[in-house]
């Protein structure tokens, strides 16, 4: 007869202890923040403590009112009102002292080895020049400026090689010219601009502009005017 009694059920093992932690020791308590102030009502007025002005430094020069500043020299000068208007006849007479003034005056500053020249400026080795502005090599020319081995030339500015012309502008080899600009072998012309080899404003080979240039030059008398 088989046994009626059923096994007893297992009972699971117990899970192992943990130990517990031990509690955490609290210290103090944290500080309360202040609180912040308290705003003044809409009524109260509000006051603040005024700002000292900056003082300036000591390159610096407060203008309090009006003055006249001259910039080259660094000096300031109160001006309790406006320079007085000039009147015509005080004007053209302090011009005409000032024109007086710069005729009377002959020297020629920053000029090197010049001869007799009046009223130059930076020009070397010129001869007989007035109020000429970097020339060099030149000789009775009037009224001109950066021009090289030219003789007798007036009112030219960048020319070389230019004889008795006038009021010519970065040309070359010009004889009895006037009004020319960027001319080149050009004999007795007027207002030409970027032209070679003219003779009276006609256009020659340049055979036939030096072998008529020659007669001319005889003719003329400018053979020996050649610088």
Known sequence: MPDSRR?????????PRVPSRPAARRGPAPATPPRPAARPSAGSPRVLAPRPAPAPGPEVRV??????IDTASGTFEDRSA???ALSRREFEAELQRLVRGYAANAESPGSISCQDCRRCS???FCVEC???????HCRGCRASSHLTHCVDCTGCHE???CVSS???TRSNYLVLCQSCAECTYCFGCVGLSKAEFHILNVKYTRTEYFRIVKGLERELGLSAGRP
């Open 159 to 161: 020319c070389a090689y």
């Open 122 to 124: 930076s020009c070397m």
């Open 7 to 15: 096994p007893a059920p297992r009972v699971p093992p117990a899970p």
């Open 130 to 136: 007035e109020e000429c502005h970097r020339c060099t």
């Open 166 to 168: 006038e009021r010519c």
């Open 63 to 68: 203008v309090t009112g009006p003055m006249f």
């Open 82 to 84: 406006p320079p007085p």
